[in-house]
């Protein structure tokens, strides 16, 4: 398989089960299932423990790319090992990897994209960073600090808030797009349209 018939894998971080959906933490899992949405496909289970679809993203032509979403269905901080998995399988470059993940370091609802870097914390980028190394695309989707003195682990297991709902929808299709136009256009093309 020639590097340019490998798909794109991109992958939402979150905790799988009900009582984290609306979790701060899962905002990777929303945007994926967005992504999903809009390829009209459904998740279905794969042996490398995760829930995939696969699918093309972009109109008909050379801007058009092959993709698996993924969602891992271990918990967040074991995440490496079913995007490492899934990597094998479809023999995705690492290069070709997006990580779509909620970031503390940056408001909400702002969007960072970049290629590569530390983990700054984050359970789910650490182990995938574990697995593979770092150089794999980042689609960062702030969520701000937890306020006062909470714990930063509740505030990410925490669902967003009434004030923040009004915004999400808006910002998970943001993050969508962002996403479509990193795979199709490259990164500083999609940086220079959503790095806001």
């Not at 939402?12 to 009582?19: A, D, F, H, T, V």
């Not at 995760?50 to 698996?68: F, K, L, T």
Request: proline share 7%.
């Amino acid at each position: 398989m020639s590097d340019d018939a490998a798909p794109w894998l991109i992958v939402g971080l979150g905790n799988p089960g009900p009582e984290y959906a609306g979790n701060r933490h899962n905002i990777g899992f929303m945007v994926a299932d967005l992504l999903a949405d809009r390829i009209r496909g459904k998740f279905k289970a794969h042996k490398a423990r995760a829930q995939v679809v696969e699918g093309r993203i972009g109109p008909p032509g050379p801007a058009n790319r092959r993709v698996v979403l993924a969602k891992p269905m271990t918990y967040m901080n074991l995440s490496g090992g079913p995007v490492t998995a899934l990597r094998d399988f479809y023999k995705v470059p690492l290069e070709r990897i997006v990580a779509i993940h909620d970031e503390l370091d940056i408001d909400y609802p702002t969007l960072r994209l970049k290629l590569g870097g530390g983990d700054n914390g984050h359970n789910g980028l650490k182990s995938m960073t574990k697995s593979m190394g770092p150089d794999y695309h980042r689609v960062r989707c702030g969520i701000g600090r937890p306020p006062g003195r909470m714990q930063v682990a509740d505030f990410v297991l925490k669902d967003f808030s009434s004030a923040e709902r009004k915004e999400l929808d808006w910002f998970v299709d943001r993050a969508a797009d962002a996403v479509e136009c990193l795979i199709q256009e490259g990164l500083e093309r999609a940086q220079s349209a959503y790095n806001s």
